[in-house]
């Protein structure tokens, strides 16, 4: 099992990797996916991918968009909860 979990890890730094899509783009796509499926440690963990690369609040919130139009209310739920926390968290940070 540890192969396979170091395996994985190998699999999804490559694919977080800069190509024809920027890694900010890729954590754009990684926080919708994890907001369409109600994953709360994705989210937690692509919304911290989507900061450190440099997304905007209007970039993520039009990527909220972007899924919400897919995921309907459950997607708009952690939006205005856990996607705001962490936001807000990041500010307090930065100050």
């Not at 690369?53 to 972007?66: F, M, N, P, R, W």
Request: negative net charge; glycine residues 8%.
């Amino acid at each position: 099992m540890p192969n396979l979990a170091r395996a994985y890890n190998e699999f999804t730094e490559i694919c977080f990797q800069e190509g024809t899509l920027s890694q900010k783009e890729k954590q754009l796509i990684a926080l919708g996916i994890s907001l369409h499926a109600q994953d709360e440690y994705c989210i937690i963990y692509h919304m911290k991918g989507c900061l450190d690369q440099g997304c905007s609040e209007e970039e993520i919130l039009e990527a909220i968009g972007v899924t919400a139009a897919f995921g309907g209310g459950a997607v708009m739920s952690q939006a205005v909860t856990l996607v705001q926390q962490v936001m807000d968290d990041f500010n307090q940070i930065k100050q």
